[in-house]
C-alpha cells in the first residue's frame, strides 16, 4: 500500500505570515509530487508539482522535496483568506511497482487563515 | 474551454436501482479515472483507463464498472448500489500516458444511496 500521510489540521495561520504544509510517503519509487487545493464541495485543483529534490517556486507557493527524508512540502507565503481550504497532496502511483497508475492522494490539511 | 464535465451533479436513489454517472472531456486526454472522497479517508481511485478500450482497477473498484468506448467518454455505472456508495465522486482526466501526470478533475457528482 502506497501510503501519503498528511496532519488533518486545522492549521490555523494569521493573514500576512507564511503557512507551512507537510506530508510523509511510505514509497521510495515515487517519483512525482502534486499539491492540490480544494473548498469545500468542490474538485480538486492544482497548485503545483514537483519531481527533483530542492524547492520550486512559482508565486507565494513554494514546493520542496526530500526524497531521502521522504517528504513533500508546500509554504505558501503572504496568506490570504483566500488561501483557506483543503490542501492535498498526492504521488504518482505509475512508476512504482504493482502494476498500479495514477495518484493516491493524503487526506488533506484544512487551512485556516485568519484575518 | 477545456473542461471535465460529469452528469448529474447531484442524485438521490434507492438501494439497487442501477445508475450510470457521465464523465465527458474535451482535451483529447488518453488517461481518465474516477475517485471517490469520503469523510476522513480522503480521495480514493475507484478505477482508471490508459486508453480506449483499456481500463483497470484501482483502489477501491468492488461494485462499481466502468465503460471507454470513446476517447472522450469514461461513464461510471453503478449496477446495484448501496448506502455505503454515498459518497462525492470525482472524474479525472490527465494529459499524459500515464495517471501520473497533471490530473483535471471534474466539478463531482454528489450519490446518495437510501
Known amino acids: 500500500q502506497k501510503e501519503v500521510e498528511q496532519n488533518s489540521g486545522p492549521l490555523s495561520v494569521p493573514e500576512g505570515a507564511i503557512a507551512s504544509l507537510n506530508c510523509t510517503y511510505s514509497?521510495?519509487?515515487?517519483?512525482?509530487f502534486f499539491w492540490y487545493r480544494q473548498y469545500s464541495g468542490k474538485s480538486p485543483e492544482l497548485i503545483m508539482f514537483?519531481?527533483?529534490?530542492g524547492d520550486k517556486e512559482d508565486g507565494r507557493f513554494t514546493a520542496q522535496l526530500n526524497k531521502a527524508s521522504q517528504y513533500v512540502s508546500l509554504l505558501i507565503r503572504d496568506s490570504q483568506p483566500s488561501d483557506s481550504a483543503t490542501y492535498l497532496c498526492?504521488?504518482?502511483?505509475?512508476?512504482?511497482?504493482?502494476?498500479?497508475?495514477?495518484?493516491?492522494f493524503g487526506k488533506g490539511t484544512h487551512l485556516i487563515i485568519q484575518p | 474551454e477545456a473542461q471535465v464535465t460529469q452528469n448529474p451533479r447531484y442524485l438521490i436513489t434507492v438501494t439497487g436501482k442501477k445508475l450510470t454517472v457521465t464523465c465527458s472531456q474535451n482535451?483529447?486526454?488518453?488517461?481518465m479515472s474516477w475517485y471517490r472522497q469520503d469523510p476522513g479517508l480522503g480521495l480514493r481511485q475507484i478505477y482508471y483507463?490508459?486508453?480506449?478500450?483499456?481500463?483497470d482497477k484501482g483502489d477501491v473498484p468492488e461494485g462499481y464498472k466502468v465503460s471507454r468506448k470513446e476517447k472522450r467518454n469514461f461513464p461510471l455505472i453503478l449496477e446495484s448500489p448501496s448506502p455505503n456508495q454515498t459518497s462525492l465522486y470525482f472524474c479525472?482526466?490527465?494529459?499524459?500516458?500515464?495517471?501520473?501526470?497533471?490530473?483535471?478533475f471534474g466539478p463531482g457528482t454528489r450519490l446518495t444511496v437510501l
Open positions: 514537483i519531481y527533483s529534490n
Open positions: 514509497d521510495r519509487g515515487s517519483q512525482s
Open positions: 483507463s490508459m486508453n480506449v478500450e483499456v481500463t
Open positions: 479525472a482526466s490527465s494529459d499524459g500516458t500515464s495517471g501520473g501526470d497533471t490530473q483535471y
Open positions: 482535451m483529447n486526454h488518453e488517461y
Open positions: 498526492a504521488l504518482d502511483l505509475s512508476y512504482s511497482g504493482g502494476g498500479a497508475d495514477g495518484l493516491t
